[in-house]
DNA sequence: GCCACTTCTGTCATTCGGTGTCATGAATGG
DNA sequence: CCATTCATGACACCGAATGACAGAAGTGGC
């Protein structure tokens, strides 16, 4: 069972991830101090820092949980399966569960360095995990995974920022189908 | 000519950018300070700012200059080369021109999240531009310019990646060439 | 050499992100 | 009911970064 102390803590937490979203997106992420972000919601300066590490962590968390169970995923497809496929179907059933609110925090990642280079950070820190979890799944050399878990985050990567240029109408799941079909790598097939 | 002024200026800024590599390497770019680099080399820490905009941009320099001609070595290629393959010629030129120096300035950024972070921006700009000059180049729509280059980035990554694992020993540009050659893109023969 | 003019520099103060400390009060578990 | 744990706020502190200002030094014209 969840306890009175941990429903608590995760209210406080989405609340200031809420109110920070608010305020980011209303007045751009450098114009918003800690310190705002701690008034608006009714608690001190220091108890941000105590439910978040850093500032930029308020906003990730809707994106990050996505993130973590892809590894797992790769782990269960079929065996016989190319590992470049399997990058495709996995990667392709995340986008498809992006919602409205993780697209508005994409955009805001998108426009603000600071952020950008935090979810680089953290996306290369998955991409590790997802390559080691290749590695062991395909049998495949260290480099190999790298190669093509990097060519992957390129074509999600591009599909992201096409999707930005056309606007919210365009599919995203099609710009990542053309983006893993243009890019299919040679190695895939040695 | 170059005035008096002028010569100083650069001079000095080498020598913060390597007082700066120096205490880096030796204690982590964490546990040094700006007013430890600027004390080391007999400045106050307000000048550091004025020939740095930011503590981690003391860092590059070594590597930036050479990233800035990519864009142009591209447009100087043969007509009709595939531009995957006037990436390849290109990139493998700018990691045979790497240096021992900058050797040492990778391996640090490469093991200093903040640094790491800024690197890709940098990189992610340099790859914009590239783009830009590749579309130009080869009559490419800006999806495929963003495809290919972000490939090739990735390509670049893994490559450098490879090399921190093996050891100084390895030769980068064999490492770049295997990378390119396993990823060859689907869309570079239509 | 002398004199404006510009640029560089150090000093001081300030903002902001982030951390350590400590006392207080509330939740927890027996 | 009581001892322990945990969250909180208040305060001080560090380091990165910026603005303001005064003085030193280079630059160009006379």
């Known amino acids: 069972m969840a306890g009175l102390r941990e429903r608590a803590r995760r209210a406080v937490q989405a609340e ?18 800690v310190d705002d972000i701690a008034r608006a919601a009714g608690v ?28 797992d995923q790769l782990t269960a497809r079929p065996a016989g399966e190319p590992p470049w496929e399997s990058l495709h179907a996995v990667l392709r059933d995340w986008v498809a569960r992006i919602d409205a609110e993780s697209r508005a ?18 996306r ?11 590695a062991a799944r395909a049998s495949l050399d260290p480099f190999t995974a790298d190669l093509l878990t990097s060519a992957a985050g390129a074509a999600v990567d591009c599909a992201s920022r096409e999707w930005l240029r056309r606007g919210p109408d365009a599919d995203p799941a099609h710009l990542l189908d053309t983006a893993f079909t ?7 097939t040695p």
């Open 16 to 33: 200031l991830a809420a109110v920070a979203l608010e305020l980011f997106t209303e007045r751009g992420f450098d114009e918003v101090t």
């Open 124 to 134: 290369e820190e998955a991409r590790s995990r997802i390559a080691a979890a290749l």
């Open 105 to 122: 925090t994409l955009r805001l990642i998108e426009r603000t360095p600071s952020l950008r280079a935090r979810f680089q950070q953290r």
């Open 182 to 188: 243009h890019l299919r790598p040679a190695c895939t």
């Open 44 to 71: 001190s300066k220091r108890s941000f820092f105590r439910y978040f590490p850093a500032k930029e962590d308020a906003v990730f968390g809707g994106v990050q949980v996505m993130g973590d169970d892809i590894a």
